[in-house]
């Protein structure tokens, strides 16, 4: 694909004007890093991170069915949902195989009030899921609708994002717990603000209409800047994101992996209820054979890369999903899929990277986790 | 050791042709423009003294956050030198590119790699493309 191909997110000259070098993500052209990953990474671990997430796939559902509806195609319970409340959940095929992972918000108004439906999808899956919502929706009296191109989405990460944000926020963002959600005012800018994130880190993603987003993220950074927060590209996004143990969709997520073997079984919920893939994840609950999602820690400085052979004596026991060298903690990271009887804490394997052999060992997820 | 003097490889290695009593010696490493692109860097295998080597075809390893990178011999020869002060110290290669971070020397067998080297004008200009 050749970058004018490429969509643009409202941020694309932002990003080219501040030293953003761009490469091609799910049809996007986003920013892999501006400085460097690893000065990037730090800054949101210690500071505050400001990302471009507007790639991502925004879709509100409503009407009256608009909680039945999604009961039925989420893994996760939505009749539930009191407002503000945001929950991580899956979307499963028929045979529990995953087509994506998103967040599923009760949107709520600036007064409180509830006001329908919101998912946000992944990039790379938007189109599949969309075809997917409306092949679910004959038996719905439900209304979706695709946000992603009219507004924008960033998000701001680390320890001091709040107070770095707060000034901005109409709504009182210290009591907004975790993974809550609601519209307010950025910058006078009418948004959704929830607290939520990618990176392991406190802090809160903004969704932005397109065409002030500009503005709203040139007056945040402008403020994170005073604390050394910066602007983070894909790289480390990648990195923090697997330091926190978090999946990636087309990595350890795809359609021939189920969410029992994937570790996600938080992100089920089986009692008292029906959805698409509930038979099929029963099964695999009580199926322990199942290869399984591990941290990996290798020894030495060799990155155990995506596909790269994990071996138990001479066996292949798995393959790498993500590998990276962790900027934290100064060694090379990775998660995999193996078979069971190499899954425990404390086993040692080897990875093939590139021909050799490199010792290594399957340590509990996340690699990271912040102090509270 | 000036960049203006160096030749250069399409794959970004940088080349010095010395002579050390009646054989030709390929000192080589990375320009700045490929540690730049780079960045990140966090390892390196450097190649085994004694080693045979093939012009354009691997011959050393580096590894970014990002990526692992191959780095590729300019000459056919044998390795004779590698500089094992880079492993610790892997920000002379962006320090020092063209000198203290040199990564192998290489007694060259066959010469004939030489003349697909760029100088710098021309490898200047291939990385403005």
């Known amino acids: 694909m050749s970058n004018d191909q490429l969509a643009q997110t409202p941020l694309f000259d932002w990003h080219c004007a501040h030293g953003g070098r761009m490469v091609e993500f799910a049809g996007w052209s986003m920013p892999v890093q501006y400085t460097g990953i690893v000065e990037e990474h ?12 507007s790639h991502m796939g925004r879709v509100l559902v409503n009407g009256p069915d608009a ?3 999604l009961d039925r195609l989420l893994t996760r319970a939505v009749v539930d949902m009191k407002p503000h409340q945001i929950r991580y959940s899956l979307i499963c095929n028929e045979t529990g195989g995953i087509l994506d992972d998103v967040l599923c918000y009760r949107v709520t108004l600036e007064n409180g ?7 946000v999808v992944n990039a790379g899956n938007r189109h599949k899921i969309l075809s997917w919502m409306e092949a679910q929706q004959t038996d719905f009296d439900v209304q979706l609708e695709d946000i992603t191109n009219t507004y924008g989405m960033f998000a ?3 320890p001091r994002a709040i107070e770095i944000l707060d000034p901005y926020v109409s709504c009182e963002l210290t009591s907004l717990r975790y993974y809550t959600g609601q519209v307010a005012q950025v910058c006078g800018v009418e948004c959704f603000v929830s607290r939520t994130g990618y990176t392991g880190e406190d802090g809160c993603e903004i969704v932005c209409p397109a065409e002030q987003l500009t503005g709203v993220w040139e007056q945040i950074i402008q403020a994170a800047a005073t604390v050394e927060g910066r602007a983070v590209g894909l790289g480390a996004r990648d990195t923090l994101r697997l330091e926190a143990g978090m999946p990636l969709y087309g990595h350890e997520l795809d359609e021939t992996i189920n969410p029992v073997q994937a570790g996600l079984d938080f992100a089920v919920n089986l009692r008292d209820r029906d959805f698409i893939g509930r038979e099929a994840i029963l099964g695999f609950q009580r199926d322990h054979k199942q290869s399984v999602r591990v941290g990996i820690q290798m020894e030495g400085k060799r990155v155990a890369r995506e596909g790269a052979p994990i071996l138990l004596g001479d066996q292949q026991a798995g393959a790498v999903t993500s590998g990276t060298f962790s900027p934290t903690f100064n060694h090379p ?3 995999a899929y193996v078979c069971s009887s190499a899954a425990a804490p404390g086993t040692p394997l080897a990875v093939d990277v590139r021909g050799k052999e490199h010792p290594a060992q399957v340590v509990p997820l996340p690699f990271y986790e912040r102090g509270k | 050791m000036k960049q203006e003097d160096l030749r250069y ?6 080349v010095a042709v010395s002579e050390e009593g009646g054989t030709q010696i390929a000192t080589v ?4 423009f490929a540690v730049e692109a780079l960045t990140d860097l966090v390892f390196i295998e450097l190649p085994a003294v004694g080693k045979q080597v093939e012009a354009e075809q691997p011959f050393c390893e580096v590894e970014s956050v990002k990526a692992v990178s191959d780095i590729y ?6 390795v004779v030198a590698v500089n094992t002060a880079l492993p610790d110290a892997l920000e002379t290669l962006s320090n020092d590119p063209y000198g203290a971070g040199w990564i192998a020397k290489i007694k060259i067998t066959n010469d004939a790699g030489l003349a697909n080297l760029l100088d710098y004008s021309a490898y200047q200009k291939q990385c403005q493309e």
């Open chain 1, 42 to 53: 730090q800054a949101t671990r210690t500071a505050v991170g400001m990302f471009d997430i």
């Open chain 1, 67 to 69: 909680a039945r509806y």
């Open chain 1, 113 to 119: 009030e509830p006001s329908g439906y919101g998912l």
């Open chain 1, 156 to 158: 701001a990460q680390g």
């Open chain 1, 333 to 335: 990271i990775a998660m």
């Open chain 2, 9 to 14: 490889a399409k794959t970004h290695e940088w």
């Open chain 2, 29 to 32: 490493g990375i320009s700045a």
């Open chain 2, 73 to 78: 011999a300019p000459v056919d020869g044998e």
